[in-house]
């Protein structure tokens, strides 16, 4: 009788530590989605570090260096913590609305991160400029696109197109850039830059897209 006593007590142990070992993985795995959704947004984060040459290895405190603010389709400007200001501008690119514009200022500075978008020849267009927001010069600017043709329209992702925009300075009552090409100017502006060989709708586009959509940020230049 000692014997099937002990046993039973030696069986309900081993079935109870199984059903333990069989939960322990399932606590996990909200942690694990969790770290997963962080790494994608702070891989986000570190991009738009790199864009303004803010180095990772000299980050200790993002807050402390740069501030996430969203300007509303009524001009209006509210600031947003790191979270909500990185997705913003993850996500800016792939929505058709144009209300909620970003914004990542570099603090202890006149620099200013935007976004602007478009729509190309074979789809959509954006744009990250790093400006100084006092006198409105464009200081660095990188054009993606989601499907323009290779060797034509997917031109604007070159250097050598986009370094024609550093320097050029936003005004925010008419046309700050101007597009020529093959001698003929397309678009009126002040600043004139040459458009892609062979892709002349990209190449406007683009400049539209610039004019058009720094100028929604009127009110932001305004009021600093």
Not at 46 to 55: A, C, G, N, P, Y
Not at 106 to 130: C, E, Q, R, T, Y
Not at 160 to 177: A, D, E, L, M, P
Not at 201 to 219: D, F, I, K, Q
Request: with cysteine; charged share 20%; aromatic share 8%.
């Amino acid at each position: 009788m000692k014997k099937i006593t002990i046993y039973s007590t030696i069986l309900i142990l081993f079935v109870n530590c199984k059903d333990k070992s069989n939960v322990q993985p399932n606590l996990e795995e909200p942690v694990v989605a969790t770290s997963s959704n962080a790494q994608k947004t702070n891989s986000t984060l570190q991009e738009l570090l790199r864009f303004v040459d803010i180095s990772e290895t000299n980050v200790t405190d993002v807050a402390e260096m740069v501030g996430f603010k969203m300007m509303d389709i009524n001009g209006d400007i509210t600031s947003l913590d790191l979270e909500n200001g990185t997705a913003l501008f993850k996500s800016f690119p792939s929505t058709e609305s144009k209300q909620n514009r970003p914004i990542m200022e570099i603090k202890d500075s006149n620099k200013v991160l935007l976004m602007v978008k478009g729509k190309g020849f074979g789809g959509p267009i954006w744009a990250k400029l790093l400006m100084n927001a006092t006198t409105h010069e464009i200081l660095k600017v990188k054009f993606e696109h989601k499907a323009e043709t290779e060797g034509y329209g997917a031109g604007i992702t070159r250097s050598s197109f986009q370094n024609q925009f550093i320097g050029k300075t936003i005004k925010i009552s008419n046309n700050s850039i101007a597009l020529v090409q093959n001698g003929k100017e397309w678009i009126k502006g002040e600043q004139p830059i040459d458009g892609i060989s062979g892709a002349t709708v990209t190449s406007e586009n683009v400049v539209h897209m610039l004019n058009e959509g720094l100028l929604g940020y009127a009110r932001y230049f305004q009021e600093r």
